[in-house]
């Protein structure tokens, strides 16, 4: 398995191929039955099944149309993208789009694209990863990836984003500042309540000693 790892704007891409590893009928079928769908998985496939509708049943079982922040506040995914035929060619464009705002092509915001490429020209599939990173893209959106080839898009899927949006985070932060300074007055105060405390205590020992010296 071969594997490239790229940063390009909002997406971290990571570039995985099974060198035909699935069986070429396991494969087809899969082909077939997605054909022209981009799907988002919860984990990449294996490289070998024991049915021939082990590969559909697999994608059936592991598809996913929600993706949830990590910790880092992105969103890692795997997906597979199925052609209707080969291209003829090594190179397609990686799209995204936001539709939160509803449907038809003014509602399609671009957001971020990156250039994959296919194991051969024969392939009708595309396996990859990628992590979707902000401020480019957000929480709680709907977007929608297709994979292009010249200008023509070959494949395509939707998918939702859900966590923390970037407005909430950076309250958040503010809030925490804010507490940071409040918390560095109050240790600033308590210091010099200290030091007026220690400069009173010595004002009296010194004040003590005196009338003590006076009485000799």
Request: charged fraction near 30%; charge should be positive.
């Amino acid at each position: 398995m071969k594997k490239a790892i790229h940063r390009h704007l909002g997406i971290i891409i990571a570039l995985l191929f099974l060198v035909g590893a699935i069986g070429t009928v396991v494969a087809q079928d899969a082909h077939n039955v997605f054909a022209g769908q981009v799907i988002l998985l919860s984990k990449i496939p294996p490289t070998y099944f024991n049915t021939k509708d082990g590969f559909v049943r697999f994608l059936r079982q592991n598809k996913i149309t929600v993706l949830h922040a990590n910790a880092e506040n992105e969103w890692d995914f795997k997906s597979m993208a199925f052609f209707r035929k080969p291209l003829g060619d090594y190179e397609v464009e990686m799209v995204f789009f936001d539709v939160t705002s509803g449907k038809g092509p003014d509602a399609k915001e671009f957001k971020d694209s990156f250039t994959q490429y296919t194991q051969d020209r024969q392939s009708r599939s595309l396996l990859g990863r990628a992590i979707l990173t902000r401020p480019r893209f957000d929480a709680n959106r709907k977007y929608i990836v297709e994979v292009q080839s010249h200008g023509k898009t070959v494949a395509s899927g939707s998918f939702e984003t859900k966590g923390a949006t970037q407005a909430q985070l950076d309250e958040q932060k503010r809030i925490d500042n804010e507490m940071q300074k409040m918390q560095k007055s109050m240790e600033e105060l308590q210091k010099k309540a200290q030091e007026q405390e220690n400069q009173q205590k010595e004002k009296e020992k010194n004040k003590d000693a005196a009338a003590g010296d006076s009485l000799f």
